[in-house]
């Protein structure tokens, strides 16, 4: 393993990956992909919601990420379950978690979008640590 002043380059399989300043970057065929720091988003819908309407809205969200170039690795869907606190009068919820990888200006994007949204009762984006 090579060591310098902000990057770590690891060698496997024949294809180094470039760890720089929390960010990733694979060598693919002598060709370098940017994957960038990674986020989860984390969403509660409206408990009334039924099932086509929250895939709806999920499947908007997923195509907001993808128009600003984010690469959504997981969507964790947890299933309705009883708030800490009541929210606009409910008190239940169905919780969604969506893990993405994009570049660092891009949730902030998401967030003015997602802020707008009908059927949504809290989100919160977080940067995970590698």
Do not use: H
């Not at 940017?34 to 309407?53: F, H, M, N, Q, V």
């Not at 990420?65 to 984010?70: M, P, T, V």
Request: aromatic share 8%; charged share 30%; hydrophobic share 40%.
């Amino acid at each position: 393993m090579n060591e310098t002043a902000n990057e770590t380059v690891i060698e496997a399989a024949n294809d180094p990956i470039v760890e720089s300043a929390g960010e990733t970057v694979a060598v693919v065929a002598g060709s370098a992909v940017k994957s960038g720091p990674r986020y989860e988003l984390g969403l509660i819908l409206r408990p009334t919601l039924d099932d086509e309407a929250k895939n709806a809205q999920i499947e908007q969200i997923s195509q907001l990420l993808n128009r600003f170039g984010a690469t959504i690795e997981k969507v964790d869907e947890w299933g309705r379950r009883r708030l800490a606190y009541e929210i606009s009068k409910q008190n239940e919820g169905f919780y969604y978690f969506i893990t993405f990888s994009c570049d660092a200006g891009v949730p902030a994007e998401i967030e003015s979008r997602v802020r707008i949204m009908e059927g949504l009762l809290r989100y919160l984006i977080i940067r995970i640590e590698e």
